[in-house]
């Protein structure tokens, strides 16, 4: 089993414990790691020049920003998916373990630091349509939008929000997929893949077997090749496991 997250490995290191996974492929696709030995099989990071440019077009448009790097949240407030984050973290006990830095200003957290920035999240409480098109006139990036505004609303914070995620060019969970496909020389139609957000369309689209769980969004259950009867929350992930693969 491969262990696929949109966060880092130190951050969600129990969680691929708990599921005893070979392989994890980490950061929406930007690292993948053997499990077993602890091997960097592939890394692909954003440049800190990327990111500088990437805040100031976000800062234009008087969007949140915040950046993964490999083991904290650098953030100037708590807002969105950081904050969702940070509540789950602390009150509701996630097993994912983030240390999150609270900082007056990015950029100089950014360029006075050593620090390897994984991905870029810009959130909004309105489209983030114009941003998203802005960085990709000026940058060589993927910037792919995971939550769409005014199609959820997030219980953990109470609020409607969209996100980006700006990823290196070519990164995505499906292209690492297909790269850890060639590393163990496996075939991406002999391969199930599992997804809930708009950041799996693709790897669930060109799998052998694509599923989308209950509560997936609607353009992954198009392209999926089954539909789980529950949420993920309430085993959907489980159901997609028993009913394709042979134990």
């Excluded at 997030?154 to 496909?181: F, W």
Aim: overall charge negative.
């Amino acid at each position: 089993m491969w262990f696929v997250h949109g966060k880092t490995y130190p951050i969600t290191k129990g969680m691929c414990s708990r599921i005893n996974a070979s392989y994890g492929i980490f950061g929406n696709g930007n690292q993948i790691i053997d499990l077993k030995t602890g091997k960097e099989i592939y890394k692909n990071l954003l440049s800190k020049e990327e990111a500088l440019l990437c805040i100031d077009i976000a800062k234009k448009h008087n969007l949140h920003v915040h950046i993964y790097t490999e083991k904290e949240v650098v953030t100037e407030e708590l807002l969105f998916l950081d904050l969702r984050n940070y509540k789950l973290q602390t009150t509701l006990k996630s097993e994912v373990a983030m240390d999150f830095v609270i900082v007056d200003n990015i950029k100089s957290y950014i360029l006075n630091n050593d620090i390897q920035i994984c991905k870029l999240v810009i959130s909004s409480t309105s489209s983030t349509k114009d941003v998203k098109s802005e960085i990709l006139d000026h940058l060589n990036v993927n910037a792919t939008t995971i939550r769409k505004f005014g199609e959820y609303k997030d219980l953990i914070i109470n609020k409607e929000y969209e996100y980006l995620d700006i990823m290196p060019v070519n990164v995505n969970k499906d292209s690492a997929l297909q790269i850890l496909g060639n590393y163990l020389n496996i075939k991406t139609d002999e391969m199930l893949t599992i997804g809930d957000n708009l950041n799996d369309f693709d790897m669930v689209k060109n799998a052998g077997v694509g599923v989308a769980v209950a509560n997936a969004y609607d353009e992954l259950k198009k392209v999926a090749n089954y539909t789980t009867t529950n949420p993920v929350e309430k085993g959907g992930f489980a159901e997609a496991v028993y009913k394709f693969v042979k134990f």
